[in-house]
């Protein structure tokens, strides 16, 4: 069945760049999504990019989309403490069915 | 506008016992998803409604868990003979036609004692 991966850790510095991977199976893929948790919070949805693209950009957030590779990245520019939190990849297929990683703590270092 | 509301916020249950949880999705979205989600762990699909019927339920995890959505919008997740093991948040999320932007409610803590 498809499958997300990515790590479950990672620790920047304030002001650094942080950078969050995530590999995925379904070739099928229609859409990639990165969402944030924050602790005891819902889902946010943070961006998302269509699978004939390979990457956007939305003011500090962007998304690297290798299709031949099937990994994803996000990249937080000049991270700050509020962006600590969980960040989930997820993908969706052509069944519409969205499958979900097991999230990367981002955690901010001073 | 209003996002997706969830009730009840909480919900603690005894062993063996009947629980619904309800989902109210965006005004207008058609697709509907439940999700569960363990401690330190991703959503896990559990079903999917596109309008009143379920288009894709292979999530469920087994025949005590069900979910309708008889009028297209409100949809209710039935758990029966609760076991320790369905203690999780039950995430409802929408999303409109297409589809691709989905919406999540701020999820339902189940907890079976």
């Known amino acids: 069945g498809e499958d997300v991966e990515q790590s479950l850790f990672l620790s920047v510095r304030e002001g650094d760049s942080s950078v969050i991977n995530c590999t995925y199976t379904d070739s099928s893929s229609t859409y990639l999504y990165w969402y944030k948790q924050e602790p005891g919070a819902g889902l946010q949805l943070l961006t998302y990019i269509f699978s004939n693209m390979d990457m956007k950009q939305d003011q500090r957030l962007t998304v690297l989309l290798n299709k031949k590779d099937k990994h994803l990245s996000l990249r937080i520019a000049d991270t700050q403490t509020g962006d600590s939190a969980i960040y989930f990849c997820?993908?969706?297929?052509?069944?519409?069915?969205?499958?979900f990683g097991k999230g990367t703590r981002l955690h901010i270092l001073p | 506008g209003a996002g997706v509301s969830q009730t009840p916020s909480n919900k603690v249950t005894e062993k063996g016992k009947y629980v619904e949880l309800r989902c109210d999705p965006i005004?207008?979205?058609?697709?509907l998803y439940w999700y569960r989600q363990s401690l330190g762990q991703g959503p896990e699909f559990l079903i999917y409604?596109?309008?009143?019927?379920?288009?894709?339920d292979s999530g469920l995890p087994n025949d005590r868990f069900f979910a309708v959505r008889p009028e297209g919008s409100v949809s209710t997740l039935k758990i029966q003979r609760t076991e320790r093991g369905d203690s999780a948040v039950y995430l409802c999320a929408s999303s409109s036609q297409d589809g691709y932007e989905q919406y999540f409610g701020p999820g339902t803590r189940l907890t079976v004692t």
């Open positions: 005004s207008g979205h058609t697709a």
């Open positions: 997820a993908e969706k297929g052509r069944d519409d069915k969205i499958i």
């Open positions: 409604f596109q309008g009143t019927g379920a288009a894709d």
